[in-house]
């Protein structure tokens, strides 16, 4: 199983680009990494996916480098309502057999 | 828009009691999944099921049961819930890619 780390907590001030590096140096060949964003009382919801390179959506980007042992999440210009617990899960698709959420990274916005 | 929803937000039960804790979704979605959720400990992955009748233990399944009898519901089961067991659980459904996750129930066993 790929293990993540990632950071307990992050403080960014509200305007700035927030970088969250996720850690898994055990990642197999048919993994995907994704992140999630959790509220709290509420059910993570899904930010972004990818496998190499770099993708990028509405919300954010992701970096994941050639050997894939661990990837960033970025996102630009944070306000106070990205305060909230992001999750880096590595899994194989569509069965997700092995995947591994995370212990999350904690990202407070500050005004 | 995808909706799975769970049968309590907030549950209390007793050592020794059977719980079931029901989970269901409106997107056919093939595949759903049970999580606990602790303090520190992030998701855990407990069981998921990728067809109807079908399971697979994830990381934690020691005292925990599963059925899936139709493909829009997926039920947890505790057979016999121990303080251990009080926690977050959380339910996801998914087709391929996303994870769709209902609200939560928060269990306390007392």
């Known amino acids: 199983l790929a293990k993540t780390t990632q950071p307990i907590s992050m403080d960014s001030y509200e305007g700035q680009e927030v970088n969250i590096t996720c850690s898994h140096n055990?990642?197999?060949?048919?993994?995907?990494i994704t992140w999630y964003q959790q509220f709290p009382s509420q059910g993570p919801r899904f930010i972004i996916q990818g496998y190499k390179t770099k993708v990028t959506n509405e919300v954010a980007s992701l970096f994941i480098p050639a050997d894939r042992k661990s990837s960033t999440l970025s996102l630009p210009r944070v306000s106070l309502s990205d305060t909230a617990v992001y999750y880096c899960l590595v899994g194989d698709l569509p069965y997700y057999q092995k995947v591994t959420f995370g212990t999350g990274t904690k990202l407070q916005v500050i005004p | 828009d995808v909706k799975v929803t769970q049968s309590s937000r907030y549950l209390v039960k007793r050592t020794g009691e059977k719980v079931f804790l029901e989970c269901v979704q409106d997107?056919?979605?093939?595949?759903m999944f049970w999580y606990r959720q602790d303090p520190g400990l992030g998701l855990r992955l407990i069981y998921f099921?990728?067809?109807?009748?079908?399971?697979e233990k994830g990381d934690i399944p020691e005292g925990y049961s599963v059925s899936r009898e139709k493909k829009e519901r997926f039920s947890l089961i505790l057979e016999s819930a121990s303080t251990n067991q009080t926690s977050m659980y959380l339910c996801?459904?998914?087709?391929?890619?996303?994870?769709?996750f209902g609200p939560g129930t928060r269990l306390t066993v007392l």
């Open positions: 099921s990728y067809d109807v009748k079908m399971k």
């Open positions: 997107m056919d979605h093939e595949n």
């Open positions: 996801a459904s998914s087709e391929v890619e996303e994870q769709f």
């Open positions: 055990n990642i197999a060949t048919n993994d995907y």
